[in-house]
């Protein structure tokens, strides 16, 4: 080994100079700072290395300071020096002088500044643990706990904090010392053993210590009071959900459920929401002359604790109102426009701490948020029950039993707010034991395509009280839509009422005696017949244009159906609904949903599962399906009779009718029957002449037809004492339940109803 090489000292540049100033001695840590070998400096002065000479010379006599340098590539380096003063053999002087680069004392300088700062301030937590995570170092000042150890060096997490506390904080270091991966802005409860009350939030920055050589040493941990902030964020959270769970629901039930599932654990550990009974019909909640207003219970979450007891009526403050802070229960009024509807009152367990002022704020703002919800919600339930209102105004009964039929209707609007849509439907009762079956569409939804297919309902059944042939009401209901559309105002088109011209309809009336079905169609679907054992065809009706096109005319269809047969009607919302919208293939689909059901057990159910099944891919447009299942009048139970225009054969009539009624056991209506047919038959014969046909029909009603050749109306008057006739009609008119008319093709119909029991 060079004798002129010193060894290292710790890797710190170091020279030996004697008492004449040489360089007796290097180290290789000085050969790597400088870049000179140490040949190249041993024997020369000290000096020589001075980048400034001599005056840099008189510094080497202080103890320590700074110089500067020469450097083996001509450079130079300022270092920060220490001359130690040895003691060398025979008395000569010796000096150990130790060098390091000026920058990096800074640095260490710095560094240890800042180390000892960062214990010593007050602002920021500060702890230092070894692998085992031990405590080594901490500013103890900074945790705001009881029972905390005098000296925490030594001491491991759970030795002062809340078991499952520490095992938190432990998992968090033990991650930062097995993967290195720093971990910023954890957020930790903690709770110290003699104080285990509501934790404070601490949030922790950690990160691993190595040595320069990599050798692991421990993990700090940075650490801050963010419970404030903790508790703002919570509060911020909690409000932030209530408005968005508050918000998604027009049902008052469903808003109060919502409310209660955001407060628990948002607030508390129990919730409660008390909603005036007013509200749930829509209607304006009024306090009673007591001043007290009935709620209901509407919607709980979380488990009840000892003093979840009932609050009693609103207004009775000696059961419980809005509390205070610093208490266990806490409630804040529902009200909304200055009128009352409700409370909600959230309670906690006293290991979660008392309510403080601003819980009870945030608890207010968030009834006064659901307030309002509660209130659109009460007003809809109000529209919407105005909205149904109409809709079962407009609509028959879902099942109607007529003597000609038995009928169950399945009516779903596309517009699921209102409830409400164009589609109707309908069952009308004519004479003879008739039955009229009508289904329709108004283009669009909801309520003002509602109130347009009233109007257009209302129509039919007036038609229909004419009863005229279908093609002939379609043509008068079309004349009725082309009205309709001229006489619409620019304020109800800017208002978006319905426009009724392209509505669809088709008007099929079944006589139950002959058997005969007469269909006619304006732009509708044909009607499905269902034969007895499953059969399925569609009725071949010509559908004529919409209603509102005017100048085309409309056929009507004819077809004879044997007993046990069911007529479908519907609309085209039903064979669009699975089958994308091409009506050949869903009325095929139909087709094979109505071959398939059980049309002679319960209809209502039946026709629930067909549509069911036609539109599992959601509605696009309302759906209306009516059954019909037809019932016969058995031969049995008329009485046809065909005599000449001759005033005498009115005796003969009568002797008939009677035979007749007394055969049925109809003897009671024997009398009443005899003056009405000797009118009707009378008047026929003197003023339409002959053939008079006398029919006598027996059903739910015994209805009594003549029919003559002749298209005159009849009109019924007050005949004044002077006259001799005139009274026939008005006799009549009293003595059964309705009487009527209808044209046929062979002239007129007269008839008239009467009950078969005793009026």
């Known amino acids: 080994m060079d004798s002129r090489r010193l060894p290292n000292i710790d890797g710190v540049a170091a020279a030996l100079v004697d008492g ?31 980048a400034d000479g001599a005056g840099d010379a008189r510094a080497l006599g202080r103890r320590t300071g700074e110089v500067r340098l020469r450097t083996g590539d001509g450079g130079t380096l300022e270092v920060a020096y220490q001359v130690l003063p040895l003691a060398g053999e025979h008395g000569e002087v010796r000096a150990l002088v130790l060098a390091t680069p000026a920058d990096t004392v800074a640095r260490r300088r710095q560094d240890e500044a800042f180390t000892r700062e960062l214990f010593l301030q007050d602002r920021l937590g500060l702890a230092f643990f070894d692998t085992d995570l031990r405590l080594l170092r901490t500013n103890t000042h900074l945790l705001p706990y009881t029972g905390l150890p005098a000296h925490l060096a030594g001491h491991r997490l759970g030795d002062f904090l809340q078991p499952e506390d520490a095992a938190a904080a432990e998992a968090v270091l033990r991650g930062v010392l097995a993967s290195g991966e720093p971990v910023v802005r954890a957020e930790l409860p903690i709770r110290t053993l003699d104080d285990p009350g509501p934790a404070v939030v601490m949030e922790v920055q950690a990160f691993r210590l190595q040595a320069p050589d990599g050798t692991l040493i421990g993990v700090t941990a940075l650490f801050g009071d963010v419970t404030e902030l903790h508790r703002y964020r ?188 164009g589609d109707w439907f309908d069952v009308i009762p004519l004479s003879g034991a008739r039955v009229a079956l009508v289904a329709g569409d108004v283009v669009g939804h909801g309520l003002q395509a509602s109130a347009t297919m009233g109007r257009l309902r209302t129509a039919v059944r007036t038609l229909a009280d004419l009863d005229l042939e279908p093609d002939e009401l379609l043509v008068h209901l079309d004349d009725l839509v082309s009205q309709l559309v001229v006489e619409g105002s620019e304020e109800e088109r800017e208002r978006g009422v319905a426009d009724p011209s392209g509505a669809t309809c088709v008007y099929a009336v079944y006589d139950p005696v002959s058997g005969i079905c007469q269909a006619a169609s304006a732009g509708h679907p044909p009607p499905a017949l269902v034969h007895p054992g499953g059969r399925v065809e569609y009725l071949r009706v010509n559908p004529g244009p919409p209603l509102g096109v005017g100048g085309l005319p409309f056929e009507t269809a004819e077809c004879a159906l044997r007993a046990g047969s069911v007529l479908a009607l519907y609309t085209d919302g039903l064979i669009e609904g699975g089958s994308g919208g091409d009506l050949d293939e869903g009325m095929a689909q139909l087709a094979v949903r109505l071959g398939e059901a059980d049309l002679d057990g319960d209809l209502a159910a039946a026709g629930r599962a067909i549509v069911a099944e036609m539109s599992t891919a959601g509605l696009s447009d309302d759906v209306t399906l009516l059954l019909a299942r037809l019932h016969p009048v058995p031969a049995a139970d008329t009485a046809v009779w065909t005599i000449d225009a001759d005033p005498s054969a009115v005796a003969g009539v009568r002797e008939a009718a009677t035979r007749t009624l007394e055969e049925w056991g109809l003897e009671a209506l024997v009398f009443t029957t005899e003056l009405v047919l000797s009118e009707l038959v009378t008047n026929a014969i003197r003023y339409a002449g002959g053939p008079v046909v ?66």
Request: aromatic letters at 4%.
């Open 234 to 421: 919570r509060r911020a959270d909690v409000l932030h959900r209530a408005t968005a769970a508050v918000g998604g629901s027009l049902s008052v039930a469903g808003t109060a459920e919502d409310l209660a599932g955001v407060l628990v654990p948002g607030l508390g550990s129990r919730a409660e929401v008390d909603i005036a009974e007013a509200v749930f019909t829509g209607d304006d909640p009024v306090p009673g002359a007591d001043g007290l207003l009935a709620v209901r219970r509407t919607a709980t979450a979380g488990q009840p604790g000892p003093d979840a007891r009932p609050l009693g009526p609103l207004g009775d403050e000696r059961l419980g109102g809005p509390a205070a802070a610093g208490s266990l229960s806490m409630s804040a009024p529902l009200q909304a426009r200055g009128g009352p509807l409700g409370r909600v009152t959230v309670r906690r367990r006293p290991e979660e701490g008392s309510y403080e002022a601003e819980d009870l704020e945030l608890l207010r703002e968030i009834a006064a948020r659901a307030s309002l919800a509660l209130d659109n919600a009460r007003r809809y339930t109000r529209e919407h029950r105005a909205a149904v209102g109409l809709q079962r105004s407009l609509l028959p009964p879902a099942e109607t039993v007529v003597p000609a039929a038995t009928t169950a209707s399945v009516y779903r609007p596309t517009d699921t707010a209102t409830g409400v849509g």
């Open 20 to 50: 004449d100033g040489r360089v007796v001695g290097w180290t290789s840590a000085a050969e790597q700072l400088l870049g000179l070998p140490a040949a190249q400096v041993t024997g020369r002065p000290a000096a020589d290395l001075l």
């Open 694 to 759: 006398v029919r006598l029909i027996r059903s739910s009603v015994l209805t009594c037809e003549v029919s003559d050749p002749s298209s005159t109306q009849p009109r019924m008057r007050r005949a004044r004492l002077t006259d001799e006739g005139g009274r026939g009609l008005y006799l009549v008119a009293q003595l059964t339940e309705r009487w009527g008319s209808r044209y046929t093709r062979g002239g007129k119909t007269i008839w008239a109803e009467q009950p078969l029991g005793p009026a």
